[in-house]
T-cell receptor, first 115, second 113 residues
Framework: GNSVTQMEGPVTLSEEAFLTINCTYT??????LFWYVQYPGEGLQLLLK?????DKGSNKGFEATYRKETTSFHLEKGSVQVSDSAVYFC??????????????FGQGTILTVHP | DAGVTQSPTHLIKTRGQQVTLRCSPK?????VSWYQQALGQGPQFIFQ???????QRGNFPDRFSGHQFPNYSSELNVNALLLGDSALYLC????????????FGPGTRLTVL
């Protein structure tokens, strides 16, 4: 079955530091990959997505590249801000097939950014 | 443009009771998915509704059931509540042609005592 593994957290950084949150996956076929962000007391917001190998998703300074050879989709940002403090979830969905639209999430990584 | 809305925001029940949670999808969306997020965990897929029918289901017991109405809104029902059902319940909406691009509501926090 499908699974997503995220780096164990939490992650604590100073403002303007470089961020990497690792994500690897196991899936049949060719899944679509996502990063969602959850701010305190809120639901999940789609941050970025990639639908095929070597695609790069990007949004709000965050980037992630779909690496089929390493089954990875690591999230990066060059300079984090205090407002980026949140929980980040990596997720996948099988494109097509009977599980299309069923999102499988990782366990989440808590990011705290200090001024 | 209204996003996904859920009600109630918080709910407290006791073991053995039944609960109904409600969700209104984003305008124009016709597919609704429900997820359970236990504290400190990622969301887990419960089921998905399209055209008033359950299209997919995750590994949840039959105590979890749902419904979708002609206006695409949806309900999640949980019977015979257990302490372990305490969680944040998230509703997500999407278009049938793009079911994996989902927009989430703020969730309903259910506490079972």
């Amino acid at each position: 079955g499908n699974s997503v593994t995220q780096m164990e957290g939490p992650v604590t950084l100073s403002e303007e530091a470089f961020l990497t949150i690792n994500c690897t996956y196991t899936a049949t076929g060719y899944p679509s990959l996502f990063w969602y962000v959850q701010y305190p007391g809120e639901g999940l917001q789609l941050l970025l997505k990639a639908t095929k190998a070597d695609d790069k998703g990007s949004n709000k300074g965050f980037e992630a590249t779909y690496r089929k050879e390493t089954t990875s989709f690591h999230l990066e940002k060059g300079s984090v801000q205090v407002s980026d403090s949140a929980v980040y979830f990596c997720a996948l969905s099988n494109a097509g097939g009977t599980s299309y639209g069923k999102l499988t999430f990782g366990q989440g990584t808590i990011l705290t950014v200090h001024p | 443009d209204a996003g996904v809305t859920q009600s109630p925001t918080h709910l407290i029940k006791t073991r053995g009771q039944q609960v109904t949670l409600r969700c209104s999808p984003k305008s124009g969306h016709d597919t609704v998915s429900w997820y359970q997020q236990a504290l400190g965990q990622g969301p887990q897929f419960i089921f998905q509704y399209y055209e008033e029918e359950e299209r997919q289901r995750g590994n949840f017991p039959d105590r979890f059931s749902g419904h979708q109405f002609p206006n695409y809104s949806s309900e999640l029902n949980v019977n015979a509540l257990l302490l372990g059902d305490s969680a944040l319940y998230l509703c997500a909406s999407s278009l049938a042609g793009l079911p994996d691009t989902q927009y989430f509501g703020p969730g309903t926090r259910l506490t079972v005592l």
